[in-house]
């Protein structure tokens, strides 16, 4: 398969492959049951109508144009923000656990 040659092209493999059935969601059984932590996660990002499932990186919500610095401090205002240190390949997952043991509510 050949890459697409504009962004509206990609869009449309998209939609195609959606409506195939070869893109398939992957599950959020984690995210629904920890809802109150991942809510606190999204909001922390600012991005609190974000759509998360149980594979989702902390890091699919930063900006990738950033600079090392920049990033750096992008994951230091973040664990501030949930008082608990955020890596850059933790998942929300993980992030919704850490903040559950700690008791934040």
């Not at 594979?55 to 990738?64: A, K, P, Q, V, W």
């Amino acid at each position: 398969m050949k890459p697409p040659k504009s962004e509206k092209e990609a869009l449309e493999a998209i939609r195609t492959a959606v409506r195939t059935g070869k893109v398939e969601m992957a599950p959020s059984d984690m995210v629904g049951s920890l809802y109150l932590y991942v809510d606190k996660i999204l909001e922390a990002v600012g991005h609190p109508e974000a759509m998360v499932t149980d594979e989702s990186l902390i890091s699919d919500f930063m900006d990738m144009n950033l600079s090392k610095k920049d990033m750096d401090k992008w994951y230091e205002d973040i664990s501030r923000k949930l008082k608990i240190k955020i890596n850059p390949r933790d998942s929300i997952i993980s992030i919704a656990n850490n903040l559950k043991t700690c008791g934040m509510n």
